[in-house]
């Protein structure tokens, strides 16, 4: 359980960071310019690592079926959504709603039963958790607002 609290706040880290570098990439090159570096140097660090640490079991794909190969598909969506969103609505604000709707689709598909995953029964609970990210977002968003308009008439 530990590990993997600490490996999910290690991987919120690195996509927090990783949008940063993106939306800088994207000042200077453009959104496809941005997605195609960034798949593609994952590509080849994903690549080099499995090399090193599964050596030949990298190719061995059992049972695997056909639409699993169109998760790469995903990964332009949503640096390219992502990257769009930062630019338009600043990196707190994009990141917010992109965790949000992840937080939420996560929810509707183990309550579903979705792709595969195991049905986890949907509980009003989980609800609420969802509703008080998306309370906790909208707070953070528009209640500092009245501040930094004193703020500004102040100075």
Do not use: H
């Not at 990298?58 to 598909?73: D, H, K, T």
């Not at 769009?84 to 709603?97: E, N």
């Not at 969802?130 to 209640?143: A, C, E």
Request: net charge positive.
């Amino acid at each position: 359980m530990l590990a993997g609290l600490v490996l999910a706040i290690v991987a919120g880290s690195l996509v927090s960071l990783q949008n940063v570098f993106n939306s800088k990439v994207n000042e200077r090159a453009g959104s496809w310019t941005t997605t195609t570096l960034v798949l593609g140097m994952g590509f080849l660090a994903s690549l080099v690592c499995g090399l090193l640490f599964e050596g030949e079991k990298l190719w061995e794909w059992r049972n695997m079926q056909a639409w699993y190969w169109f998760s790469g598909l995903i990964g332009v969506g949503v640096v390219t959504c992502l990257v769009q969103g930062i630019r338009l609505l600043g990196p707190t604000l994009a990141v917010s709603i992109a965790l949000t709707s992840q937080l939420s689709f996560a929810l509707l598909w183990d309550s579903l039963g979705w792709m595969g995953l195991t049905q986890v029964p949907f509980t009003w609970k989980q609800l609420s958790g969802v509703l008080v990210v998306i309370v906790g977002m909208l707070v953070f968003k528009w209640g500092g607002q009245k501040k930094s308009q004193e703020w500004s008439k102040a100075t």
